[in-house]
Structures are given as structure tokens and as C-alpha cells.
């Protein structure tokens, strides 16, 4: 049950920060990261997420993503997106920060996105740093290319890399303003991520947590709702501001 506290905090906040993780694009049927099926079992995720993978095999892990964007481009963003895109138009100030890379959220409508893992429909240059949104990836005829001719590389965060500084500093700075703090469908394990939700609470924002199962901030949070965030979010929503 939404409580009125929460009702009433959101009606008057002027900033509102929402984190969300995989949980919330697992209802809309894309694996979590680990979850990998079949041939993929057999390799670790430093091989197939990390710059020493690419550099020893550029085609295995092309192969990979091509099959992670093939998974995205065949789901559609489920109510959860929807109903967090219908709050920021309510809230004078809203923040969406992700740790996803499946550009779902843009799909329904959300603009203030910070993506601190970067966008798996992005390639970036190896050589120049150009990103581009050409979704063409590597196959056994050949590794896409930037016009400069350095190798393509999907614009994403891999393992013994730093995120992105102007969104990561856009993170913090939200997550310490914000009146509102939801944390949503994310384990709140992965550093610095993680820790956006426990600086909300000291900086006094009212810190909520939606998901289907307790994670390493349940015990800090102000309020925790155990429920799929496509369920929870357009009540929430509704009963907020009545749309």
C-alpha cells in the first residue's frame, strides 16, 4: 500500500532522482547481465565485457553484443518505463540516472537520462573516440570500422573502466539535491552506483526502493515496496498526481 507520507513527499518535491538497474528491464524480457544461455555459458564476462577481451578476440565479442542487441531491437519498454517518463512531467526537476544500456527509457519518453553504463545501440572508435548510433557489428566478413579507420567498439562500460565523469558527476550532484530518492530493480552492489541511494539518505531526501527482492540497501531505505516496478510505478504514479 503507498503510504500518504509518500504521497504527499512526492506531490511537493522539486526534485525527484530515480536509479534504476536490470530488474526493471527484465520485465520487458532482456537477460540480466549474467544470464547468458548456451555457447556463452562457457565464457566469463571479462571475456566477452572488458578491453583485453576485445583486443584478443574483436570477433567474439562482436558476436556477443550483435546477440544482446538482437535481444534488445525485439522487446519494447514495458509500463514501469512508461510510468517513470509520465513522472517527469510533474516534477519541476527529475533526474533518471541507469545503469542500463538498453536505451528503454528514452524508448518511452524519459529525457533527464543519465546513463552511467553507456548505450549498447552505440558504437564508439577505438582509435578517435567518435561515438556514432551505426548498430552494424562484426561477423566473420569483417569488424565495423570508423570512418577514420580505427575499430568500432559498442559504446558501453566494460570491466576495469571509469564511467562516464559528466554523468557520474550529474549522478551525485541529483542524488544530493534530490527531495525524492527512488531506487529501483537494482541490487545496489555495483559501485559507485550503489552508493547514490545512501547519499540521498544523508542528504535527506526521502529514499524508496522498488523491487522483487531485498538488496544491500533495503535496510537504509525510508520505504521499500516488494514489487515489480511495471506493477508498482503506474500506481504510484496515479496516485500522486491522478494520471
Known amino acids: 500500500m503507498i503510504s500518504n507520507s509518500l504521497i504527499s513527499r512526492m506531490k511537493q518535491a522539486r526534485c525527484i532522482a530515480v536509479l534504476t538497474g536490470s530488474g526493471i528491464s527484465a520485465e520487458s524480457g532482456i537477460p540480466t547481465f549474467r544470464g547468458k544461455q548456451g555457447l556463452w555459458k562457457q565464457y566469463r564476462p571479462q571475456e566477452l565485457a572488458s578491453n583485453a577481451g576485445f583486443i584478443n578476440d574483436p570477433e567474439l565479442v562482436w558476436e556477443w553484443y550483435a546477440m544482446r542487441r538482437e535481444i534488445i531491437g525485439s522487446v519494447s519498454c514495458n509500463t514501469g518505463h512508461k510510468a517513470l517518463a509520465r513522472m517527469e512531467d510533474f516534477v519541476p526537476e527529475f533526474w533518471l540516472i541507469t545503469q542500463n544500456v538498453d536505451g528503454l527509457h528514452q524508448q518511452a519518453g524519459s529525457k533527464n537520462v543519465l546513463e552511467l553504463h553507456g548505450n549498447i545501440m552505440r558504437n564508439r572508435c577505438t582509435v578517435c573516440g567518435a561515438v556514432s548510433p551505426d548498430t552494424s557489428s562484426g561477423s566473420s566478413k569483417g569488424l565495423p570500422t570508423c570512418p577514420c579507420g580505427g575499430l568500432l567498439r559498442p559504446?558501453?562500460?566494460?570491466?576495469?573502466?571509469?564511467?562516464?565523469?559528466?554523468?557520474?558527476?550529474?549522478?551525485?550532484?541529483?542524488?544530493?539535491?534530490?527531495?525524492?530518492?527512488?531506487?529501483?530493480?537494482?541490487?545496489?552492489?555495483?559501485?559507485?552506483?550503489?552508493?547514490?541511494?545512501?547519499?540521498?539518505?544523508?542528504?535527506?531526501?526521502?529514499?524508496?526502493?522498488?523491487?522483487?527482492?531485498?538488496?544491500?540497501?533495503?535496510?537504509?531505505?525510508?520505504?521499500?515496496?516488494?514489487?515489480?516496478?511495471?506493477?508498482?510505478?503506474?500506481?504510484?504514479?496515479?496516485?500522486?498526481?491522478?494520471?
Open 155 to 243: 559504446d558501453v562500460v566494460w570491466f576495469g573502466e571509469s564511467l562516464p565523469a559528466d554523468s557520474l558527476h550529474l549522478a551525485f550532484k541529483a542524488s544530493k539535491k534530490c527531495d525524492v530518492f527512488l531506487c529501483i530493480g537494482t541490487s545496489a552492489e555495483v559501485q559507485p552506483a550503489a552508493s547514490l541511494p545512501i547519499i540521498a539518505k544523508e542528504s535527506g531526501a526521502w529514499v524508496v526502493e522498488i523491487n522483487t527482492e531485498t538488496t544491500a540497501v533495503t535496510s537504509h531505505v525510508d520505504e521499500s515496496f516488494n514489487k515489480p516496478a511495471g506493477q508498482m510505478l503506474p500506481g504510484l504514479v496515479k496516485a500522486v498526481w491522478g494520471s
